[in-house]
């Protein structure tokens, strides 16, 4: 039995760092994610690889169970492998190759949607039926364990593909839209602390509460009418509320001159709106790309390891290649 599973992940269009101060954000899956591929073996080996990483593992089953300590000092991508792993029993061994087909550690998600990945696989592999919601809520308590606090976007994201509203009570609305959504994701190879910026964020707050107070309030403003912008296909407002948005971020201290020097670059030739996306301080940014996208990809390629994606309407799936 060969099978292979997608999840995409996901970049924050509107919202992040006043996110965390009970105002509402916009999420996209992206058609960039995690492929595994899963292969039954006539024994009980196991083995685990995960090329981008260079890495790979062999273990036998006992009693239908891998057996496997993780460091818990050290946290790894594969931690998140092990754990679904760990949700299954097994009647033989098999081959799981896990290509992670996007940034690592980038703010695009990447430990949700191997997580979401892994399960769907071995999921269809051992032939239990779970539906979206269990997928989302398991990967999710994968992420918790592992992480020690996760929100639910990543995991949601990649379960359930399109564009999600998080509202000011943190609830999930897909928004409907029917609009091409090309994107270029550019990354500066530098990874920002979120921890550390979340709570330089909120010195700042504390220290200036009604400037920092009223800047996340316009981008309150600018996530609500994007939402609308969405809904109605205006793709001039989108791109202009990015560029907004990536003003109020730069004001509160998360931009960096890598990100400008993207979010700059993508603009002079031709991206209709671009920021930083996540929690900042490195990582990467989003250029909306309406038009000019080879061109906006070349630019920036140049510089700095870029992709060319979408959205991902119908998130998780997987598909059984031979039996
Ligand atoms: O970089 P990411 O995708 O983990 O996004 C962080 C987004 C913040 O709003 C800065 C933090 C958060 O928990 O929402």
Redesign the pocket.
């Known amino acids: 039995m060969k099978i292979k599973s997608f999840a995409p992940g996901?970049v924050?269009l509107f919202?992040?760092?006043s996110?965390?101060h009970k105002k509402p954000?916009i999420a996209v899956a992206i058609n960039r994610g995690v492929t595994t591929q899963l292969e039954s073996r006539e024994d009980n080996i196991v083995t685990i690889s995960v090329p981008l990483i260079n890495y790979s593992q062999q273990y036998e089953l006992v009693n239908k169970k891998l057996l496997f300590e993780l460091d818990s000092q050290n946290k790894m991508i594969t931690d998140y492998i092990y754990e679904v792993i760990d949700l299954f029993e097994f009647e033989t061994g098999f081959d799981l190759t896990v290509n992670i087909e996007m940034y690592l550690g980038a703010?695009?998600?990447s430990s949700a949607a191997v997580t979401v990945s892994c399960i769907k696989a071995l999921s269809v592999f051992n032939h239990i039926e779970m539906d979206k919601k269990e997928i989302a809520k398991t990967a999710r308590n994968i992420e918790i364990k592992i992480q020690g606090a996760a929100?639910p976007?990543?995991t949601s994201m990649s379960t359930y593909g399109g564009i999600i509203y998080i509202d000011e009570n943190f609830e999930l609305e897909r928004v409907n839209f029917d609009m091409d959504l090309p994107l270029i994701v550019s990354n500066c190879e530098i990874s920002?602390n979120?921890g550390q910026?979340?709570e330089s964020v909120r010195q700042t707050y504390v220290k200036y509460p009604e400037i920092v107070g009223n800047i996340f309030n316009a981008m309150q403003e600018i996530a609500k009418k994007a939402k609308s912008a969405f809904e109605n296909g205006d793709s001039e407002l989108i791109g202009d509320l990015m560029n907004l948005n990536q003003g109020l971020l730069d004001s509160i201290g998360v931009n960096t001159v890598e990100l400008s020097d993207m979010v700059y670059l993508s603009r002079k030739y031709g991206a209709k709106g671009s920021k930083l996306?996540?929690?900042?301080g490195g990582?990467c940014i989003i250029a909306y790309c309406p038009e000019n996208i080879e061109e906006i990809y070349e630019q920036l390629n140049k510089k700095y390891p870029t992709f060319k994606c979408e959205q991902s309407d119908n998130g998780v799936c997987a598909q059984v290649i031979e039996k």
């Open positions: 996901k924050i919202g992040e760092h996110v965390v954000a703010g695009l998600g929100s976007i990543d920002g979120t910026l979340v996306t996540g929690s900042g990582g």
